[in-house]
């Protein structure tokens, strides 16, 4: 079995990837808490001598440690996703890890979503953004998701690794069901409040189940011939607007599961 | 006038930049020594409380300072071209700035080169990098490029400043001249050693004239309705490989120095 470095393994999508991957591979976990059962480092991801010892043996590593909220501020996106992501290239590297796994998020080419409103994932907006379109953050978040898809594809060139960017979109811990009582959120990159009802249009473009992203990231680590590719993170949903067919043609990887459309198959017929 | 602060107004092309927009503007400098005969103030490009004060009544920002060499070890990249950058976007936020322009590098796409060898800068290659062309960098400086680029999009996008990302190539302080007794240079990209006959080459494809960069810039400074463009900033070389069309297109401009080809421009018939 391949030996995999999960780093932020003990995050909402590290813990769903622990799940799905335990016995097809040898797991091993990068964390700030100890991952009860599991080889586990405990260290600051930015702090390349701490975690440096984590790679030893490694062939794969999944790189998901990160601030995750779009609102994150900027000494933390600058610490744990700029700092803490070129420690984890520059330790694999050092260790001679072979693949890289790096969790970026659609909130890299998110400008095109701010720009078209709710447009975009409206029924037939005909907008499908795929791994040529240019990136467009819409938060200092997704700047750095940019950033390390950029230093993933230096050292893919570089230093002959092969680096797999995900676009995961919206890995929810609840699946498709919205908590009892909750009325809305915010959305950082407007500022926007956005209804109950509205989520559930989203979760119809954003949702991507928990199998699919196993199902994600297992192709990944079993491509043989990838030497760098950014591919979009989201289940078969009926209102997505990213492109699957990169993540087809190379890693033969399509998903399983759709989010219903509020209303039912008729609000495409409007 | 037009109230314009230069940062990195000491460096190569600071210094170029100053003698040739004299004048035309209200030149300020931030930078790390005073400039004789200009309002100057001197402080680390990283430290936001610092630089702020030279934001205030300003109206365009050119923004130079940076660890400029190809090679540059990561802790500078951090800290000069990642932290300094964002501080000067959002200290020009801060103030109500109302344009960026960014100097970014080829080597944001300096990856395309790489893989390409020597071939990109062949006659008649049939190669044409453009703004739409994906980031790619060949180095940390290149990565550092890349981020700058997507954290000016998204000051762009979310703040309505108008940014200008200038890819620039080859200025040198000596023109088209190669000093006396020059050999050739290593270059880290690939830490090749560069001849002086390979180094007229590449001036025929990468050359920026000192009179083309005035230009560029103050075309992006008196630009009216662009919100964010990539552009490329090279003379009109005979063996350039990078997209002029949209810098017409958005900006009228073009440049009207060339690099002359070694041997003469029976090269191209061969």
Not at 33 to 53: K, M, Y
Not at 104 to 112: E, I, L
Not at 147 to 153: H, P, Q, S, T, Y
Not at 179 to 184: R, T, V, Y
Request: glycine share 8%.
């Amino acid at each position: 079995m391949k030996t995999v470095l999960i780093t932020g393994a003990e995050g909402n999508i590290g813990s769903r990837l622990l799940q799905n991957l335990a016995g097809r591979y040898e797991l091993r976990a990068l964390t700030r808490e100890p991952v009860p059962g599991l080889a586990s480092t405990v260290a600051d991801v930015a702090d390349l001598d701490a975690i440096e010892p984590a790679f030893a043996g490694v062939e794969a590593v999944v790189h998901l440690a990160a601030s995750a909220s779009v609102g994150t501020p900027w000494p933390e996106v600058l610490h744990n996703n700029i700092e803490g992501t070129y420690a984890v290239f520059e330790a694999a590297r050092r260790a001679g890890v072979r693949q890289v796994v790096f969790a970026s998020s659609n909130h890299a080419v998110g400008g095109y979503e701010v720009e078209a409103e709710e447009r975009l994932y409206h029924p037939r907006a005909g907008i499908m953004l795929d791994q040529r379109t240019l990136q467009r953050p819409d938060s200092l978040y997704g700047v750095s998701k940019v950033f390390g898809e950029a230093l993933g594809r230096y050292y893919s060139d570089a230093f002959g690794m092969s680096v797999y960017c995900l676009r995961i979109a919206w890995v929810r811990r609840e699946e498709l069901e919205l908590p009892d009582g909750l009325q809305g959120i915010r959305w950082p990159p407007k500022d926007h409040w956005i209804s109950r009802e509205e989520l559930r249009w989203r979760l119809a473009a954003f949702w991507l189940s928990h199998a699919d992203l196993a199902g994600l990231v297992d192709a990944c680590l079993r491509a043989e011939n990838i030497r760098f590719g950014i591919y979009y993170g989201v289940s078969n949903n009926p209102l997505r607007f990213w492109s699957l067919d990169n993540a087809l043609a190379d890693l033969g990887w399509q998903p399983h599961d759709a989010a219903p459309l509020p209303g039912g198959d008729a609000t495409l017929e409007q």
